[in-house]
């Protein structure tokens, strides 16, 4: 009679093996109910197997999914609890109403916040922008908030933060990052911009050495007048920065004629506040004079693409010949040259979810 085999006679490896196909960590955690041969193998292969919260269907449940459409998408999953049978988390990205993070409650019914262990995050997406749900605020206190996720993120190579207020915090030093992404949206400023906030200055004259590429996308923020002070700072903090994409949405400056916009006044620079790694300069958005082109472009002498709004005034070739002579650009469809600057960087440094986990699908 020919022996019966079970899942459990395959080698330790292959069921280890079969169950990382199983993506939906909360459907592994489930799993561990059926036996207690389950259970144990399935406890070891959430604590040794990497595993992502980036879509609904890395934790949720096909029923969950489905009625929290019908309301309003209110499925809470505790991240806490999944972190202490599941520790190796390496994408997360914050989704309002989805997630809970109180670690417990005390004696007088209180909620308690704590800093999630996070010790092998690589790719960190937080929305904090003001939620109202009902007609009330979704998250009172977005301060807490952060600090829960900054407690313990060292390993982390891609941060991506949306914003819409300034926040009190010390921002830890960020020594792997690789990308930083922020956003910052003031809808309810306009039309009169704002300053860039103060945290957001904060992040980038942080010590970020290993940082190398850098993306703003602002509404209606005022990065004008901050943008040439902050890539100084880039030059001390990150000085192998390769890349600076802003993008501006605001029609502020669109309405003046490029002579009647405010000059800058250009001082020399020392060589240590230029940006000799940067390859890649894309500023969209908004209309900015040739004095602070001059300003910019005095900081990147070994830029190789430059993008910029088709209105930009075209004397700015005059300027990209002057300081940085292998610049590549064209004012008129500046698209053809980010796609370029892609495959280049593609082809000198990998794809992006091979360098450093830049994109959630990775």
Not at 167 to 194: E, G, M, Q, S, T
Not at 218 to 235: E, R, V
Not at 289 to 301: D, I, N, T, Y
């Amino acid at each position: 009679m020919t022996e019966t085999k079970t899942f459990f006679d395959l080698p330790d490896t292959i069921q280890l093996k079969i169950l990382s196909y199983i993506t939906n960590i909360r459907e592994k955690i489930r799993l561990a109910s059926v036996s207690s041969q389950f259970y144990h193998l399935v406890s070891e292969a959430c604590r040794t197997q990497n595993y992502k919260l980036v879509n609904l269907s890395d934790f949720m449940y096909a029923g969950e999914i489905e009625k929290g459409a019908e309301n309003h998408g209110t499925v809470f999953v505790n991240l806490h609890t999944l972190l202490r049978f599941a520790p190796r988390l390496t994408h997360f990205v914050d989704k309002i109403y989805h997630f809970d993070y109180e670690a417990h409650v005390d004696s007088d019914n209180k909620k308690i916040r704590e800093p999630l262990p996070l010790p092998h995050i690589k790719y960190l997406a937080i929305d904090l922008c003001q939620f109202y749900f009902f007609g009330k605020p979704y998250e009172p206190s977005f301060e807490q908030k952060l600090s829960i996720f900054f407690a313990d993120i060292s390993s982390v190579l891609t941060l991506d933060i949306r914003i819409d207020r300034d926040y009190k915090i010390n921002f830890p030093n960020f020594h792997n990052l690789k990308a930083l992404r922020l956003a910052y949206y003031a809808n309810d400023r306009w039309p009169r911009l704002v300053p860039v906030p103060p945290s957001m200055l904060r992040i980038v004259s942080g010590r970020l050495p290993c940082l190398e590429e850098f993306e703003l996308t602002s509404h209606y923020i005022d990065i004008y007048n901050n943008l040439p002070g902050m890539m100084t700072d880039f030059a001390i903090s990150s000085p192998n920065l390769r890349s600076i994409k802003v993008t501006q949405h605001s029609t502020y400056h669109h309405d003046f004629p490029d002579d009647m916009l405010p000059e800058y006044h250009v001082v020399p620079y020392t060589e240590n506040q230029k940006l000799f790694h940067l390859e890649y300069l894309d500023l969209r958005g908004a209309v900015f004079p040739l004095s602070f082109w001059e300003k910019l472009l005095m900081l990147v002498p070994n830029l190789k693409y430059l993008v910029c709004n088709p209105s930009t005034n075209k004397n700015i070739t005059r300027l990209a010949a002057r300081f940085c002579r292998q610049a590549k650009y064209n004012i008129e469809r500046p698209f053809e040259i980010e796609d370029e600057y892609r495959h280049y960087t593609q082809r000198t440094h990998g794809f992006n979810n091979q360098r450093y986990l830049y994109s959630i699908e990775n």
